[in-house]
């Protein structure tokens, strides 16, 4: 077949168009080559973070700086912590639960190179490592990530006082889950109890009593699980998942001082003042023996001597009496009640605002047994005669418990369909308890309660080594978080006390030992049971040093009592002791020197 054959005019068209073709290609690829060149000598962005130091406990001055992020971009620190709770489901202690959460710590702005250096504080929070990562501004992408090491600390204050002085304890940093979440406190190597910080973040204070004699003390602080007091925790598992932060004992010390108005001597300065007192009394009356002038003035001397000696013993007699005295006066028994505010989960049943049915309120919402309290209602039918109605529990941890209403009392609607009761809270449990009334022609109503919180007294407060002293409570509860007490005497932990079969009221009886002086009885709140070994850092029947802590924030009591020398002399100090002569010869033998001085004096004159 011919070739086909173009016109000319054709031909010269397609050659332009061919060659504006070609140089559009080679223009693109120019671009193109030029644009691949820019990519490669733009940096790639590779963002890191450096944190210094790496670990520290609350309050350590953090330097972070950031590299490699996109220039002058804002940008957010964010500090990643956990919030802790106390799991109870009825009657049961389920253990404690950590959920992962972050905030903003720092806001910063990166420079021209994508740079950037910033120092923040470490906060109060959980002990342990926390994540500090670099986010964009409203974005939700992680650039880059650091790791700081919030480590344990504590303190105490004051360092040194009289028998009786509260200690406070502060501690930061206390780790959370399985392995770090519990520390326990000894006194002198007596264990007295744990603290943790589940739901304070990390951070506890609470308070321990200085007992003892006079002199050095020492308070230790270890942490412990699933008991108290790993001692050698150098040795344990160094894995971070386990034991983070690390296990950092603290060891600090006290000095008790001499109680107020109470004398302490040794047994060498009471002979050394004895002699002294002695010898001077030896000079003064040596003078009268030598004089032989007259018979009467020698005879007046020695009475002058005697007489002197006699007020000077009934005065010093006197002082030790009225010093011991001041003693018994400041040495007085006291209590402390530590209760922390009981946060009510609002269990009014809900209405709507249009509604006709009556309520009823009680106030205070949270009482003691035997405080005042008054139940109100309002939107009854006048006239109406209505039974109050009181809800608690009854049965065991084999059977089971069931709600049991029981009659409280009865009241009279008043003509404004309204009525106010006034009661003592019940004997009874601790823990929520339904109020309601029934009545003919009335809509039965429960849409309040009372909480009923423990108390607690010792009986008597002072008397000889030995005492049988009787603690009563009310108020103990019926869960595994609420139905027991433990007991400390002197610091020393001494067992746990149950209330739920005798509906919250305990009697427990415990022996005053000791020497004379202050000694004291600490009641703090436990967990009777939970989860087995392995699925819960409670320590169970042990005393928690921190009731703020406790899952439902029971109280803390602590009392004082004063074991006396001896049952016949309760409030004053023997007076004839080695302590008591020595010091009232040596006051006799200088007031003796200075009285017969004017008498002996004029003898050595010339003649």
């Known amino acids: 077949m011919a070739p086909a054959h173009f016109p000319c005019h054709l031909k010269l068209e397609c050659r332009g168009q061919t060659a504006a073709l070609a140089a559009l290609i080679v223009i693109a690829l120019a671009l193109t080559a030029g644009s691949a060149s820019d990519v490669k000598a733009a940096p790639a962005l590779n963002p890191s973070l450096n944190v210094s130091p790496e670990a520290g406990p609350v309050g350590t001055e953090i330097g972070i700086a950031g590299q490699g992020f996109p220039p002058s971009s804002d940008l957010d620190l964010h500090w990643g912590t956990v919030e802790g709770r106390w799991v109870v489901d009825g009657h049961s202690f389920l253990g404690s639960e950590f959920t992962l959460r972050d905030y903003v710590i720092a806001s910063i702005k990166s420079d021209i190179s994508g ?108 942490e412990g699980y699933p008991g108290p007091a790993y001692l050698n925790i150098q040795e344990g598992p160094p894995n971070p998942v386990y034991y983070s932060p690390p296990l950092v004992p603290f060891h600090s010390e006290f000095t008790i001082t001499p109680p107020a108005g109470a004398a302490s001597y040794k047994v060498g300065d009471v002979l050394a003042l004895g002699s002294l007192g002695l010898i001077l009394t030896t000079l003064v009356m040596a003078p009268f023996a030598q004089r032989r002038d007259t018979h009467r003035e020698s005879r007046r001397g020695i009475m002058r001597a005697l007489v002197t000696v006699a007020a000077m013993t009934l005065s010093g007699l006197a002082l030790f009496s009225a010093y011991s005295a ?157 139905n027991t007490a433990t007991v400390v005497y002197d610091n020393a932990f001494v067992g746990y006390a149950c209330g739920f079969y005798t509906r919250g009221n305990v009697t427990l009886y415990v022996k005053a030992v000791g020497k004379p002086g202050i000694h004291t009885i600490d009641i703090y709140p436990t967990i009777y049971d939970g989860p087995p070994q392995g699925k819960s850092n409670a320590e169970y029947r042990y005393p928690l040093l921190t009731p703020e802590d406790h899952p439902v924030r029971s109280p803390a009591f602590h009392f004082e009592f004063l074991i006396t020398e001896s049952d016949q002399s309760e409030t004053l100090r023997p007076i004839f002791t080695p302590q008591n002569v020595s010091i009232t010869t040596l006051a006799m033998g200088l007031l003796s020197l200075a009285i017969q001085a004017k008498q002996w004096a004029p003898s050595r004159r010339p003649t």
């Open 326 to 482: 001041t003693f018994a006066v400041q040495a007085q028994p006291k209590s402390v009640e530590i209760r922390p505010e009981i946060i009510l989960v609002d269990d009014t049943v809900r209405t709507p605002l249009n509604s006709s049915l009556p309520t009823l309120a009680v106030n205070p919402r949270v009482a003691t047994v035997g405080s005042p309290v008054t139940i109100s209602g309002s939107g009854f039918r006048p006239g109406a005669s209505l039974e109050l109605l009181w809800t608690t529990k009854k049965g065991s941890y084999l059977t089971g418990w069931t709600d049991v209403v029981q009659p409280l009392g009865a009241v009279e609607v008043d003509s404004g369909g309204s009525f106010t009761f006034n009661m003592k809270a019940p004997h009874d449990l601790e823990g929520l308890h339904e109020i309601g009334v029934s009545g003919k022609d009335t809509v039965d109503v429960r849409n309040t309660s009372l909480y009923i919180t423990r108390s607690a007294s010792i009986t008597p407060t002072r008397g000889p080594s030995g005492t049988t002293v009787g603690v009563k409570m009310t108020g103990v509860g019926w869960t595994f978080v609420t």
């Open 115 to 222: 740079s950037f250096e910033t120092r923040i504080r470490a906060p109060y929070d959980f002990g342990g490592r926390h994540f500090i990562t670099v986010l964009a501004r409203g974005s939700s992408t992680e650039l880059a990530k650091g790791i700081f090491t919030l480590l344990p600390s504590f303190s105490i204050s004051p360092a040194e006082g009289p028998p009786g002085t509260a200690i406070t304890i502060r501690a930061s940093g206390l780790g959370w889950g399985l392995y770090t979440t519990n520390w326990h406190v000894l006194w002198d190597n007596k264990y007295v109890g744990y603290a943790t910080a589940v739901t304070t973040r990390g951070n506890a204070t609470f308070t321990i009593y200085a007992v003892g004699d006079p002199g050095r003390h020492y308070i230790d602080i270890y």
